[in-house]
Structures are given as structure tokens and as C-alpha cells.
């Protein structure tokens, strides 16, 4: 006897050829499991992220580091990778204020969201994944790296070397595209520093995203591989 938790799913298979359909064959019951939270229960995904509090404060580089080790590390246990990877893509989304695009992917995969959030999740399987809070959004003591071989003034003294591009800068803060020219041989950091002579937000407060990947401030924009028209997710901190 099949308990509550689970349902026979009957499976049939149906041939169609030249307009013309075929008997229909079963093949044999089977059972899968289904979360009583996931049956006939799901919701939107919340227009919100998680806020919480590291006990051991993290940099931007730490929490990166946790992010790619569950990441890398979940799909081998345990659930289906196609649905990690949808996670993985719409947790970004989320994060940088997509929710849109959070909601499509999630749709896409037929995710169910019983809470309305990644932190827990069922596939049309009824599989359950639990996304831990860290690889939702930022803690809220999130300690900011920041050179201090390079002066904190906004101003740009001297003109970076490298070529210029032309990229799309997507704030959290308004989902607006800032458009801005940057230079190939510069850093994410100096170009942090452009950013903030247009819109008055501190470097400190940004943390850039592309492709899914965080871009480290010592990291030079040639080595980002932009190229002129590309979109970066900057997701900006609370003041």
C-alpha cells in the first residue's frame, strides 16, 4: 500500500503516425513520491530577497567561494542537474532584481515554490532541493573588499590604458540601464569609480555580476571577456 505521501502516476504511451492515432498500451504502475508541501501548492515567486546576518562576517570573495562550492557540489548528491542549473539561473536573476526573468526560468522548469521562495523547491517530480540562504543574496555584514593601494576619490586623475567599450550598466536600485565607456586595461574597481561619478553610488555599495559570475575589483575588464553592448547586473547595497 502506497502511503499519503505518494501517488501512482500512470504512464501511457500513445503513437501517432499519419494522423492517425494507435491503441493505446500501459506499461506498469509505478510510484514517486510527493511531498505533501509541494501537492497542489505553489506560488509566485516573491518580489523580495532574504535578508540575514553571517555569524562569521564574509567578504564578497568568501561568499563567492561558498557559492561555487554548493553549486558545484548539490547536483552530485542528490535531484536532477537540469533543475540545479535552472536554480542556479534564476537564483542570479533574483538577486539582481530580475524577478521576471526569476519567474520564467522557474516556470520553465515546472519548479514548484510552496513558499514562494528558492529556499525550497520541487520539481515536477516531486524532488525536493533546498537552495541554502547565501547563494539567494548577500548577508547583510557583508564586509567590502577595497584596495587600498588605489585613493578612494572618484576622480579619474589619469586616463586608463586599453580600448574603449561601450557597456550597459543595470542597477538594482531602478532596473535602469546606464549606459557608460570603459576602458579594456582598466580595473572593475576604476570603473566602479566612473559609475559613481554618474550616479553618485559609492564602490563600496557595488558589486557586479556578469554571466552569472561576481567581478572582483582587481579584475580588469579585458579580463571579464566585455565586449561593447554587454549588460552587467550591478547590484547596489543599501546605503
Not at 3 to 11: A, E, I, N, P, W
Not at 147 to 174: C, D, F, N, Q, Y
Amino acid at each position: 500500500m502506497v502511503g499519503r505521501s505518494r501517488r501512482l502516476l500512470l504512464v501511457s504511451y500513445f503513437v501517432v503516425a499519419r494522423g492517425e492515432i494507435a491503441l493505446e498500451s500501459s506499461f506498469d504502475c509505478f510510484a514517486v513520491e510527493i511531498s505533501p508541501a509541494c501537492a497542489g501548492k505553489n506560488q509566485h515567486l516573491k518580489t523580495d530577497n532574504p535578508k540575514w546576518r553571517s555569524d562569521v562576517p564574509l567578504t564578497d570573495n568568501q561568499l563567492q567561494s561558498k557559492r561555487n562550492e554548493f553549486w558545484d557540489t548539490a547536483p552530485a548528491f542528490e535531484g536532477r542537474k537540469e533543475i540545479w542549473d535552472a536554480l542556479k539561473a534564476a537564483a542570479h536573476a533574483a538577486e539582481t532584481h530580475d524577478f521576471v526573468l526569476a519567474q520564467a526560468i522557474v516556470d520553465g522548469a515546472n519548479i514548484s515554490l510552496p513558499n514562494g521562495n528558492l529556499l525550497e523547491c520541487y520539481d515536477e517530480l516531486g524532488n525536493r532541493y533546498q537552495l541554502p540562504v547565501y547563494c539567494l543574496s548577500a548577508p547583510v555584514n557583508l564586509v567590502r573588499e577595497e584596495s587600498r593601494e588605489e585613493p578612494e576619490s572618484p576622480s579619474l586623475e589619469s586616463e586608463p590604458a586599453g580600448l574603449e567599450i561601450a557597456v550597459k550598466l543595470r542597477l538594482s536600485t531602478t532596473g535602469q540601464d546606464t549606459r557608460m565607456v570603459v576602458r579594456t586595461g582598466e580595473t572593475v574597481l576604476s570603473a566602479k569609480r566612473r559609475l559613481q561619478a554618474l550616479e553618485g553610488i559609492e564602490p563600496a555599495r557595488q558589486r557586479w555580476f556578469f554571466s552569472g559570475r561576481l567581478l572582483g575589483d582587481k579584475l580588469r575588464i579585458e579580463e571579464a571577456k566585455l565586449q561593447t553592448g554587454f549588460v552587467i547586473q550591478v547590484v547596489v547595497a543599501p546605503s
